[in-house]
């Protein structure tokens, strides 16, 4: 979403809890109930594709869809809501999700007793490709939207608060998922998913600012008129963008990776979906407990102080996962329950750390002045890292388990953290506890 009129400014003398209040019901709300949906629904794609007949390799390369979008999508979501205004945009990018996913429901359940059919294979696929594209705009949207509303005193928590209400959304959304699962079908959770998107639907609807109702299209600027000054500002933004982004991928990668290596991996090892599921909902329960403490230290201390535990947890847990799913299998549902959610467990302490540290970061390297056009650089540069990451997994499991590809992930976040420790205290601000020669924030 695109700033409201008027904004929220550091020196409009209001607090924090203020701030955060006035944002809640357009933007800490409905993201928490869109990601609900989502984390009930994305674990058990691999499972439901394995069902219709895809084999490991396929299911894994399903998420693919979603590094497509996230590398082609940011530039045209932009100008989507540019064009058609924050609330159009929204609203009618969220009926769209809605009507895919009761489409997949209508289509799959009633195969998913009996064999599968080509059609039913192609319809998930579909819902896949809407939810991808329709997404971007929403996140674009409450990116762009934060960084200007948010102080700069306060952006990381306001970020991480951001982040946190995805993490809640991923503790309730597996945990309704389980429970639909168990009384009703898998096929349900198309049904949950479409619920929870209605509800965060209907609140941008009634809440979103009356600014934000109407796009607000900036001067083009004529066809070669680009100033030296302008060339060389985006030299530089692009200059930082690389420097951190470089080391932030892996940890994009990373978080793509562990719902389709996770659910894999548990069906490799035994566990029904409901236990992979449950495991995914008390891994967010841990991540939600480190939201507030993981801005107040990006705030005070600097990013680094957040990015690179984030990621050297990140892998490290993954490497355990690859250890364990390795040692442990066939030794007995317990020991496939403890090889699942230890290594989960470790992955989601780095991965809380991390909330809203990809968004702050790309708030810190970008200007005020035309931030969403920059944003969607950004987003577009980590759009490659989240389509690289399933292409991965996808290669990986064509030629070993797939527990290897947990390695392989773990291994690229641990790299990713050494490059962060080097860069970030350079690029981004030191935090208002300490001095250094960071503070290097675009405005």
Known sequence: MTPPVPRPRS???????????????????????EFAGMAALMPMVPLLALDLGFSQSSAAALTVIFGIASFAGPIPAGRVLTLLGARLALVGTGALMILASLVAFAVIEPGAAAEPARHQQLVLVGLLVVIAACSQVWHLGRQSYLGTALPPTMRARGMTLYGGTIRLGEVVGPLFGAVVIATVSSTAVFVLFAVMVGAATVMITVFLPPGETRAAVPPRPRRGMRSEARIRLDRAVLGRMIAVGAGIT??????????????????HLGLDPAWISLVFGVSAALEILLVLPAGTLMDRFGRAAVAVPCALLMGAGFVLLAVLGTTLDGHGRTAALIALLVPSLLIALGNGMGSGIVM??????????????????????????????????????????????????????????SWLLRALPRYTPAGTGRRGRGGATAR
Do not use: E
């Open 11 to 33: 020196g409009d003398g209001r607090t924090a809890a203020q701030v955060i209040r006035s944002l809640a019901p357009s933007i800490y709300a409905p993201s928490f109930l």
């Open 250 to 267: 892996p940890v994009m990668m990373a978080r793509v990776n562990r719902p389709v290596i996770v659910p894999l991996l548990g069906a």
């Open 360 to 417: 702050t970061l790309g708030v810190d390297v970008t200007p005020v002045h035309g931030r969403t056009g920059y944003l969607a650089w950004w987003n577009t540069m980590l759009g490659a890292g989240r389509l690289v990451a399933p292409l991965l997994v996808t290669g990986v499991t064509l030629v070993a388990p797939v527990a290897v590809a947990g390695a392989v992930t773990g291994g690229l976040c641990l790299v990713g953290g």
